[in-house]
């Protein structure tokens, strides 16, 4: 009797797959290369972190900027930049606070 042997020699078998296995990997590889999916995503808390320092560094210049434009214009020098760098800064503070209490993405 055949003992229940299918008469395939088994270390073929196993080197047909791994070749298989290979040429799957590579094709992976290439589709990879080939759609510009091979670099790592950023994560998304240095995204958050860039968005806050953003804002911070938005509210503070863009108050500043618009003071000092309107104490060139009207003379009131350093009157208007103080009194919008502090607007400034509340407005960054007020938007990173909303950024923190916002709820994680999935």
Do not use: H
Request: proline share 3%; hydrophobic share 40%.
């Amino acid at each position: 009797m055949n003992n229940g042997e299918s008469g395939r020699d088994p270390i073929e078998e196993d080197q047909r797959l791994e070749a298989l296995k290979e040429r799957l990997k590579q094709a992976d590889q290439d589709e990879a290369v080939r759609t510009g999916s091979t670099q790592k995503g950023v994560d998304n808390n240095y995204r958050l972190g860039n968005r806050v320092l953003a804002e911070l560094i938005g509210g503070i210049v863009g108050g500043a900027l618009i003071g000092w434009v309107l104490d060139r214009f009207i003379g009131t020098s350093p009157w208007l930049l103080l009194v919008f760098l502090f607007v400034g800064i509340i407005v960054a503070f007020r938007n990173i606070i909303r950024i923190s209490n916002e709820r994680p993405k999935e």
